[in-house]
T-cell receptor
Framework: DTEVTQTPKHLVMGMTNKKSLKCEQH?????MYWYKQKAKKPPELMFV???????INESVPSRFSPECPNSSLLNLHLHALQPEDSALYLC??????????FGPGTRLLVL | AQSVTQLGSHVSVSEGALVLLRCNYS??????LFWYVQYPNQGLQLLLK??????LVKGINGFEAEFKKSETSFHLTKPSAHMSDAAEYFC??????????FGQGTELSVKP
């Protein structure tokens, strides 16, 4: 099973709201990732967690706050977002061979 | 720095025709190479990967790719296109350490 699940599928939020995106995998993978993808573009890496610790932050604005409660879960907390943050947010996980498996994504619209 | 170049942002083929999507990479170390497919409003699905060993790699849905070190290429092919193959295709390379470097993507259209 190579499934990564993400909730919610769609999210609409105002610029003053606080919301969270959730990601889960049960493949025993020790690395998990958040990506942002704009239309017709490749995914852009935001954060990498390795063994539940943040290992890469690609200079992401502080209005995005990742959290890894345990080895199977990854959250992305959103606060005071801007309209330009509207995008597809993808979660991925990988094991020792570094093959990344992606979830279906959360389509975020910031009004 | 590693990079990936996909030739052609848009490729159109007729149903039943050969599919060829081109990918060239630059890497100072032996890379791991991947092809992903993305259908509209969905996440990325792994088509195939090359890590070590046999340079001709077979993937899902009848796709295959050949790693050619001398040409720094990893082109994706399928002998006979199907309407359901219409999607965005991304080539990617990882030098290790958790980063995946993507090409700009190629949109494949399949005409009936």
């Amino acid at each position: 099973d190579t499934e990564v699940t993400q909730t919610p599928k769609h999210l609409v939020m105002g610029m003053t709201n606080k919301k969270s995106l959730k990601c889960e995998q049960h493949m025993g993978h020790r690395a998990m990732y958040w990506y942002k993808q704009k239309a017709k573009k490749p995914p852009e890496l935001m954060f990498v967690y390795s063994y539940e610790k943040l290992s890469i932050n690609e200079s992401v604005p502080s209005r995005f706050s990742p959290e890894c409660p345990n080895s199977s879960l990854l959250n992305l907390h959103l606060h005071a977002l801007q309209p330009e943050d509207s995008a597809l947010y993808l979660c991925a996980s990988s094991g020792t061979d570094e093959t990344q498996y992606f979830g279906p994504g959360t389509r975020l619209l910031v009004l | 720095a590693q990079s990936v170049t996909q030739l052609g942002s848009h490729v159109s083929v007729s149903e039943g025709a050969l599919v060829l999507l081109r990918c060239n990479y630059s890497s100072s170390v032996p890379p791991y190479l991947f092809w992903y497919v993305q259908y509209p409003n969905q996440g990325l699905q792994l088509l195939l990967k090359y890590t070590t060993g046999a340079t001709l790699v077979k993937g899902i849905n009848g796709f295959e790719a050949e790693f050619k070190k001398s040409e720094t290429s990893f082109h994706l092919t399928k002998p006979s296109a199907h309407m359901s193959d219409a999607a965005e295709y991304f080539c990617a390379v990882t030098p290790g350490g958790g980063k995946l470097i993507f090409g700009q993507g190629t949109e494949l259209s399949v005409k009936p």
